[in-house]
């Protein structure tokens, strides 16, 4: 019983921070996506702290910035790395993967169940990626690969954590 309150009030204050989100954007497109880009993760972590996993997801960032930043530096000016307005370092796309990290780890940590709030959340991520794409910033194959990236630094990379090493040892012990 108490774990569903718990539950009901993590989506409760999740879909109240998307929407808050949206209602100091202004009807800026751009605007929005740069803030849901912040809101996403911030309220991963948040949840992360509730749940004592916030050193876990701050692993998993960390690694996102590593598969983001590393191929931004690593293919200087090659075409792939060009954006739609002419700069540089558009592959792949940091706003996409920390969004994607941070609606990923809400939806399987937070708002389990909650099909609605976890929608809201999966399509804040994805208007991320699209308001890159409206504002010129990147091409639809650099948000792509920023989802990639977002979503494998959160699946993929969850046992990095110390504390995920040190759980597992004191399983086994």
Known sequence: MMRRIAT????????????????????????????????????????????????????????????VHGPKNALGDAAINTRPNGNLKGMPSGHTATAVLGASNLVHECIKGSPIVQGAVILSAGYVGASRIEADHHNIWQVLAGALAGWLSDRAFRRLSPLGWLKRLFRRG
């Open 8 to 67: 009901r009030w993590k989506a409760l204050t999740v879909a109240g921070g998307l929407a808050l989100t949206f209602a100091i954007s202004g009807k800026d497109a751009e605007r929005l996506g740069d803030n849901y880009q912040y809101a996403l993760p911030l309220m991963a972590l948040a949840c992360g702290v509730t749940n004592g996993q916030a050193q876990d997801f701050m692993v998993r960032y960390v690694v996102q910035l590593g598969l």
